[in-house]
């Protein structure tokens, strides 16, 4: 016998087909309990991330991360932040920014947007150019009074590529003989893009020249500075590592705008995770009541064991390796089916008629370290609750129990 005496007993006892087959039931379902549990949980999780760095992608990556504001300060002086900035091993690029709340108004109907204006300066900040649709992004920079609506706006708008509209800035003004009035302009739509995400009702682009001459600002007027960074959700890394370059500077980040909905989104992800851990610990406390059930029926077995010399804390092992058995199996085909079903959740979908809308998918991403985390956490649960249970057959003793045999 080249293994330890109590895992090769243990694993047998596992293994064995017969003996009392309502225990051997609950053991089944013990296993089929964690099983699904896990396979909900990987599923969920997966999904979740893969939503998350969706809404990260489509709309932190639109807007700034940081945005640093020029007020007063000269060009020279906020190229000189700029330069700075670009040091940071946070920053993945730092561009020259502009914008303004605007009403975008046709024949139709109006709405209001927030309208950035970039500048061709080192490439546009965003990745914008990944989600035309429609029409040409350079135009967009390099013609004066050109814009990028999404095609949400282009459908209720009623407009579509090369057309006009009207774009009104509440916040900016100019004298006519009838007053004091809104500045506005009429911009030919360049391009369309689409995120397939909330980001779509609410933003236009243009060029930051265009902008200004609209906010009738002087052309000397030096623009604010969008930052991107490589994680957004390491802002606050990049914060305390900069506060000595930003401490005279005023600044906001992405999270006033979006900061309540990733919080949103966090916390239903770990409530999600909560409830299908519940289901695992359910599963987990099966192992309890089986192994419970085996110890009083095996006393036997356990006392002539120990009359031939097996220790009670060799005893204890025997049964803390069949509890662990059926944790090990459970989540390790829990894991596997969580990883199948994840994979392949879209064309599951699709086959049972629970198409989403059409051209769109349930994103998918694998977190493998908080999956492992799962995974050793249900394989923990599971050696916890054959403590007792093993304990208890490490109490047996022979001479009470073999008395009458």
């Given at each position: 016998m080249f293994?330890?005496?109590?895992?090769?007993?243990?694993?047998?006892?596992s293994r064995s087909s017969k003996?009392?087959?309502?225990?051997?039931f609950i053991s089944f379902f013990s296993i089929a309990g964690i099983a699904i549990g896990l396979m909900a949980l990987f599923t969920v999780s997966s999904v979740m991330n893969g939503f998350e760095s969706s809404l990260k992608t489509n709309m932190l990556g639109l807007i700034p991360h940081v945005e640093v504001q020029a007020?007063?300060?000269?060009?020279?002086?906020?190229?000189?932040?700029?330069a700075d900035l670009e040091q940071s091993p946070y920053v993945s690029t730092v561009s020259l920014y502009q914008h303004g709340e605007a009403i975008l108004q046709t024949n139709k109907d109006l709405h209001g947007v927030l309208l950035q204006g970039l500048y061709g300066d080192d490439g546009s900040l965003y990745k914008i150019t990944d989600k035309i649709v429609q029409g040409n992004w350079q135009t967009v920079l390099n013609k004066n009074y050109s814009i990028a609506i999404s095609r949400y706006l282009s459908r209720k708008l009623g407009v579509g590529l090369g057309d006009k509209l009207r774009v009104i800035m509440p916040n900016a003004s100019t004298y006519?003989?009838?007053?004091?009035?809104?500045?506005?302009?009429?911009?030919?739509?360049?391009?369309?893009?689409?995120t397939g995400s909330e980001i779509d009702m609410g933003l236009a682009f243009t060029s930051g020249a265009s902008l200004q001459r609209v906010l009738k600002l002087d052309q000397n007027t030096a623009p604010n500075l969008s930052i991107s960074l490589y994680e957004p959700f390491a802002l606050d890394e990049f914060i305390q590592a900069s506060k000595l370059i930003l401490k005279d500077h005023t600044y906001t980040d992405w999270r006033s705008s979006q900061g309540t909905l990733?919080?949103?989104?966090?916390?239903?992800?770990r409530i999600m995770s909560m409830l299908?851990?519940?289901?695992?610990l359910v599963a987990v406390f099966n192992i309890v009541s089986a192994l419970t059930m085996m110890v009083?029926?095996?006393?036997?077995?356990?006392?002539?064991?120990?009359?031939?010399?097996l220790t009670p804390s060799q005893v204890q092992k025997v049964f803390m390796v069949q509890g662990l058995y059926n944790g090990v199996i459970g989540t390790a085909v829990g894991a596997f089916l969580g990883v199948l079903l994840s994979l392949y959740i879209n064309e599951l979908l699709a086959l049972v008629g629970l198409n989403l809308m059409a051209g769109i998918e349930l994103p998918v991403k694998f977190d493998v370290p908080s999956l492992i985390v799962i995974a050793c956490s249900s394989i923990a649960m599971s050696f916890l609750d054959t403590v007792y249970p093993a304990r208890k057959a490490a109490k047996v003793k022979p001479a009470e129990v073999l008395r009458y045999e």
């Open positions: 293994q330890p005496v109590s895992l090769f007993i243990g694993l047998r006892y003996g009392n087959a309502f225990i051997s007020n007063k300060r000269t060009a020279a002086q906020m190229s000189s932040l700029k006519t003989p009838l007053g004091r009035m809104p500045s506005q302009r009429l911009f030919k739509i360049a391009a369309i893009y689409e990733f919080a949103a989104v966090a916390m239903e992800k299908l851990g519940l289901i695992v009083s029926e095996k006393q036997g077995e356990v006392a002539i064991l120990q009359t031939l010399g």
